[in-house]
C-alpha cells in the first residue's frame, strides 16, 4: 500500500481536470484496507479511473484507488467464471475475454474505466449490462471492517444503476468481481447498428454461417464506438453527462407540440410504461449545443450528451457553467429537467 499526499488528478479524471486530492492511498490487497492509518484525512472515496467523476474543485479527503488486477478463470459445467481484480482495466478483461472465445462482454469492449467500478456503475452498452454477467462482487464492508461477497442477483442492478449507487452508496469497496462468460456461440447484435456494422465488415456470409467470435464483435464494437465517442487520451470527457429523462405522457405530448411549433420534426422516443424516455442528447442538440464551446469547456461534435474539456485547460467551473446553461435551455425550450449521470465529488 502505498500513501500520497496533495496528488495532483489530471490522470485520474478523464476530464483531465487539474485539481488535486488532499491523499490517496493506492492498495495492493484488500486485507490492506482495514490497515489504513484512521488519521488520513476524511472523507473517503474509492475511485476507478475517474471516467464517470467530475471533480467540483481539490478533493479535501482520501481517495481509495485499487492495484488489484489479477484475471483468474475458473472452469465451470456450463459456463466459464472468471474472478477480476477491481483495479484491471474493464477493456483489458474484455479484450482478455475476446482472445480466449469466451463471449458475455464484448459488446461493452471499448468502455473506459476499471472492474470494480463497473460492477458499482451497471455499465452498459449495446444492450448488455454488467449486471447479466457479475456472478458476485467481493467487497470490503467500511462499516463492518470486514471483507464480504455479494451476489450478483442481490446487487440491485437496474439501468447505469446499481444499490452501490444507492443505499449502500461508500460503503463497500470493490476489490474483486466475479464474471460469467461462456463458451457457446452467443452473439448479441439487434441493438443499434451493430449487426449492420458486422454484415459491412465481414459479410452476412460470416452471420449466416455462425461464424462470428467474440474477437470479431469486439473489433467492430470499438470501431462504432471511436466513430462516436472522445478516446479521453485525446479529448478530456466522462463519456454521457445526462441522463435521458423519462417522463409523463403529457410533458411528453408538450415536448412533440414545441417539436412542431420549433420545425424541430420527429421526436425520438422509447416507451417506459406509463412514462415516456426522450434521449437527452436530441433535447440539447435541438438548443443549439452541439459542437458548441462555453470558455474552456464544450459539447462534443459527434455527440451531444457528451461534455468535454473543449480546450485541455477546462477547469470545473467551466465545466459546471456549461452544465447550468444546457440545463437552463433545455428547461426553458422544453419544460424538462436534465439530471447528471456524472458523479460530481
Ligand atoms: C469516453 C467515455 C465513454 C464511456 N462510455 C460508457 C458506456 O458506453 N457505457 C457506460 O455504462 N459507461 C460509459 N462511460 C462511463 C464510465 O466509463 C463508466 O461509468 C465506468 O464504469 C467508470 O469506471 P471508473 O473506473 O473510471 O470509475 P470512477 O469514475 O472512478 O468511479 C465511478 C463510481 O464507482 C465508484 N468506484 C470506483 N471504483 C470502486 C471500487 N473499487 N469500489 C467501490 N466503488 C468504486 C466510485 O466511487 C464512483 O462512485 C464512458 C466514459 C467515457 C469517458
Not at 50 to 55: A, I, P, Q, R
Not at 144 to 154: E, L, M, S, Y
Not at 306 to 325: F, Y
Request: proline share 5%; net charge negative.
Amino acid at each position: 500500500m502505498d500513501i500520497f499526499y496533495d496528488v495532483p488528478l489530471e490522470k485520474l479524471n478523464t476530464f483531465r481536470l487539474k485539481v488535486n486530492a488532499a491523499c490517496l492511498v493506492e492498495y495492493d490487497t484488500p486485507e490492506e484496507l482495514r490497515t489504513i492509518p484512521a488519521e488520513l484525512p476524511a472523507p473517503r472515496k474509492a475511485i476507478g479511473g475517474g471516467s464517470n467523476l467530475l471533480f467540483t474543485g481539490d478533493f479535501p479527503g482520501t481517495l481509495l484507488h485499487s492495484r488489484i488486477r489479477f484475471i483468474q478463470p475458473v472452469e465451470m459445467q456450463e459456463y466459464v467464471l472468471v474472478r477480476v481484480g477491481s483495479g484491471a482495466r474493464w477493456d483489458d478483461l474484455c479484450a482478455w475475454a475476446a482472445d480466449h472465445g469466451l463471449w458475455g462482454i464484448e459488446n461493452l469492449s471499448g468502455i473506459p474505466g476499471e472492474v470494480g467500478a463497473a460492477a458499482v456503475q451497471n455499465i452498459g452498452a449495446y444492450g448488455i449490462e454488467a449486471g447479466d454477467v457479475v456472478d458476485a462482487v467481493e467487497c470490503f464492508d467500511t462499516r463492518r471492517q470486514c471483507p464480504v461477497v455479494i451476489k450478483g442477483a442481490d446487487c440491485g442492478y437496474g439501468y447505469r444503476t446499481s444499490r452501490f449507487k444507492e443505499d449502500w452508496k461508500d460503503r463497500y469497496i470493490v476489490t474483486a468481481v466475479g464474471i460469467r462468460l461462456t463458451r457457446e456461440y452467443r452473439p448479441r447484435l439487434d441493438y443499434g447498428h451493430v449487426r449492420a456494422a458486422l454484415e459491412e465488415r465481414f459479410g452476412s456470409y460470416v452471420l449466416e454461417q455462425g461464424e462470428l467470435t467474440p474477437a470479431r464483435v469486439r473489433e467492430t464494437i470499438l470501431s462504432i464506438r471511436r466513430t462516436k465517442l472522445p478516446d479521453p487520451a485525446d479529448i478530456g470527457s466522462a463519456g454521457s453527462f445526462f441522463r435521458n429523462p423519462v417522463v409523463s405522457r403529457d410533458c411528453f405530448d408538450a415536448v412533440v407540440r414545441t417539436a412542431e411549433q420549433r420545425g424541430f420534426g420527429t421526436v425520438p422516443h422509447y416507451d417506459n410504461g406509463d412514462q415516456v424516455k426522450i434521449p437527452a442528447a436530441w433535447l440539447i442538440e435541438q438548443c443549439g449545443w452541439k459542437g458548441k464551446t462555453l470558455g474552456h469547456a464544450g459539447v462534443y461534435g459527434k455527440q451531444a450528451l457528451v461534455l468535454v474539456n473543449a480546450t485541455g485547460q477546462a477547469a470545473p467551473a467551466d465545466i459546471l457553467l456549461l452544465e447550468e446553461q444546457i440545463k437552463a435551455s433545455v428547461q426553458a425550450v422544453f419544460g424538462i429537467t436534465l439530471n447528471p449521470e456524472v458523479e460530481h465529488v
